[in-house]
Antibody
Framework: EVQLVESGGGLVQPGRALRLSCATS????????INWFRQAAGKGPEWVGF??????????EYAASVKGRFTISRDDSKTIVYMQMNSLKTEDTAVYYC?????WGQGTLVTVSS | DIQMTQSPSSLSASVGDRVTITCQAS??????LNWYQQKPGKAPKLLIYDASTLEIGVPTRFSGSGSGTDFTFTISSLQPEDTATYYCQQYDTLLPLTFGGGTRVEIK
C-alpha cells in the first residue's frame, strides 16, 4: 500500500525558513517522479514543484512563484522527499501535500505570519 | 501557462441525477488530464487519469471523456457521498501543472 506522510509544517515568520519532509513507503521510490502541491484555505490546489525519478537524475522543476526560494531533494536510501522553503512569504501559507502516481499524503500546514 | 477553465463553479442536484462538469484547456493537452474529488479537510483523491481511465476502486458511476482542449466529467447517478469539490488538472509536458477552478457539488 502506497503511503505518504508529510511533516515539518508549522508557524513561521515571514522571511524565515522551513523544511518539509515526505516519508514514503509501498512503492519503488527511485522509479517515481514525486510532486509537491499546496492548497491555501478556500482555494484550489497549486503545483509547487517536483523531483524526477532516479532515471532522470532526480532533477527538479518549480512553479514560478517559488523558484529560487524552494528546493526539493530526495533521499532514495531513506525514501524521503524534502522541500526546503526559504524566504517565506505570507502568501506561502497553505497545506502542503506530496503526491506520487495519484496518491497524496494527508498534508502539513504551513502558516507564515508575524 | 496552460489555463484550465472549469464549469460550473457549483451545482446542486438530486440523488440519482446525472451530473456533468466540463473543463476546457487553453491549448491542446492531448489526454493528459486528471479528475480529482476533494472532501473538506481531506487531500484530493484521484478518480480519473488520462482523461477517461477510471482509477482502481473508483465507482463506475464516475466517467470522463474528451481530448485536445475539451473534457467532460460525469457522475451518472449522483449519490449522497459524492458531495465534494471536483477539480480537473492537466499534466502536459509544458509546465506548470495547472488545475481548473473547481466545481462544488451539493445534494439538493
Amino acid at each position: 500500500e502506497v503511503q505518504l506522510v508529510e511533516s515539518g509544517g508549522g508557524l513561521v515568520q515571514p522571511g524565515r525558513a522551513l523544511r518539509l519532509s515526505c516519508a514514503t513507503s509501498g512503492f519503488t521510490f527511485g522509479d517515481y517522479l514525486i510532486n509537491w502541491f499546496r492548497q491555501a484555505a478556500g482555494k484550489g490546489p497549486e503545483w509547487v514543484g517536483f523531483t524526477r525519478s532516479r532515471t532522470y537524475g532526480g532533477t527538479t522543476e518549480y512553479a514560478a512563484s517559488v523558484k529560487g526560494r524552494f528546493t526539493i531533494s530526495r533521499d532514495d536510501s531513506k525514501t524521503i522527499v524534502y522541500m526546503q522553503m526559504n524566504s517565506l512569504k505570507t502568501e506561502d501559507t497553505a497545506v502542503y501535500y506530496c503526491e506520487v502516481g495519484g496518491y497524496w499524503g494527508q498534508g502539513t500546514l504551513v502558516t507564515v505570519s508575524s | 501557462d496552460i489555463q484550465m477553465t472549469q464549469s460550473p463553479s457549483s451545482l446542486s442536484a438530486s440523488v440519482g441525477d446525472r451530473v456533468t462538469i466540463t473543463c476546457q484547456a487553453s491549448q491542446d493537452i492531448a489526454n493528459y488530464l486528471n479528475w480529482y474529488q476533494q472532501k473538506p479537510g481531506k487531500a484530493p483523491k484521484l478518480l480519473i487519469y488520462d482523461a477517461s481511465t477510471l482509477e482502481i476502486g473508483v465507482p463506475t458511476r464516475f466517467s470522463g471523456s474528451g481530448s485536445g482542449t475539451d473534457f467532460t466529467f460525469t457522475i451518472s447517478s449522483l449519490q449522497p457521498e459524492d458531495t465534494a469539490t471536483y477539480y480537473c488538472q492537466q499534466y502536459d509536458t509544458l509546465l506548470p501543472l495547472t488545475f481548473g477552478g473547481g466545481t462544488r457539488v451539493e445534494i439538493k
